[in-house]
């Protein structure tokens, strides 16, 4: 083959990979040995994927988080007919979870304590059942959708 | 967004490791799988080049093990491979889909370039560039390097045609096969050879 034809960095590559299948083939003894006369390096590559992990969970926690976020400016969008105060607010989930503990068991999946749950939170919680169908539609009304 | 990989390639979601098995899987590999994971990441960034294009073996493990977390990317099936070879498989996939990319865009800016002139015809402005292209500057480079390795080997005539079909794409099998060598010829080769490489690319940056 005339220089001309050659692809030398194809080849170059080719040496390389052929190289890079070859230290991952080597048995634990080769690799011993290897790492003795290298030094270890095991710790900044277990810190390299560990990171890599907790930004994957990171991610997730955003998008999840973004998701109930758009979910809840969702809901807000609509018009519910609720109580006035947060007290009966909370009197009426209590009843909605007594009539259907079923909800109460998702909601709890989603580890929120009622009793717990912020005065703020509790019109949007109150929405979301509403949503899911926990009262009749007489409950819901005005959909501006 | 879309997948570059062939549906037919994919791990069914069903079949998948979650995210806690993966964090579970990198807590349990070894101190030698760690060596080879890094080891394996540095040599196909060599084999990039300026492919390469200022990454480095963090960030192809980094990338093999986010795309490995990402339900849309490589997902892993836990019961047919093992943890480490499947970022192996990631890694030089990866590394592969860069190499693939720059020449793609590379591609498309010479095809970028072509514009029709006054006259109707088709007018490359990079024909006339007189100083050399980026490709021929990595040409070159290449080239060096290469002869680099063939001086290494000149006095090793195994070497040299193991190094011959290496350069040819052969797996360690069929290069076996081809010189009707044993296991422990080839594999004698293959360490002395990978240390004086490494030697070698180690003297070099240490005199840049």
């Known amino acids: ?145 | 967004m879309k997948s570059n990989k062939p549906a037919s390639r994919r791990v069914p979601l069903e079949k998948a490791a979650s995210l806690e098995e993966i964090a579970v899987a990198v807590e349990s590999l070894t101190g030698e799988d760690w060596w080879r994971l890094e080891q394996y990441a540095r040599w196909r960034i060599k084999g990039l080049g300026r492919i390469a294009q200022g990454r480095d073996h963090k960030d192809l493990l980094h990338e093999a093990i986010a795309e490995t977390c990402d339900p849309e990317g490589r997902r892993w099936n836990k019961a047919e491979v093992s943890f480490v070879r499947h970022l192996k498989g990631a890694m030089q996939s990866i590394s592969s889909h860069w190499r693939e990319k720059f020449d793609d865009e590379e591609a498309i800016l010479e095809a970028d370039a072509i514009r029709v002139g006054k006259d109707g015809k088709e007018v490359n402005p990079l024909l006339n560039v007189a100083s050399p292209l980026p490709d021929a500057e990595r040409t070159l480079a290449a080239k060096e390097q290469l002869a680099q390795v063939e001086r290494l080997v000149a006095d090793r005539p195994l070497a040299a045609l193991i190094v011959g079909g290496m350069r040819d794409k052969m797996s360690g099998p069929e290069i076996k096969e081809l010189l009707g060598i044993s296991q422990k010829e080839y594999e004698t080769e293959m360490r002395w050879l990978y240390r004086n490489v490494r030697d070698k690319a180690r003297k070099a940056k240490s005199h840049v």
């Not at chain 1, 991610?59 to 976020?69: G, N």
């Open chain 1, 1 to 145: 083959m005339s220089d001309k034809d050659r692809n030398y960095e194809q080849e170059l590559a080719n040496l390389m990979d052929g190289l890079a299948e070859y230290v991952f083939e080597m048995s634990d003894e080769e690799v011993r040995a290897e790492m003795k006369d290298e030094g270890d390096s095991a710790e900044s590559v277990r810190d390299i994927l560990r990171q890599a992990v907790k930004d994957c969970r990171q991610k997730h926690l955003i998008e999840a988080q973004q998701r109930y976020d758009e979910r809840i400016a969702a809901l807000n969008r609509k018009d519910f007919s609720l109580p006035e105060t947060v007290p009966e607010m909370r009197e009426m989930l209590g009843s909605i979870l007594t009539s259907r503990p079923d909800l109460g068991a998702a909601l709890t999946a989603q580890n929120r304590d009622f009793k717990n749950l912020p005065d703020e939170d509790v019109p949007g919680y109150l929405k979301q059942l509403i949503e899911l169908g926990a009262l009749n539609d007489a409950a819901a009304s005005g959909d501006n959708q």
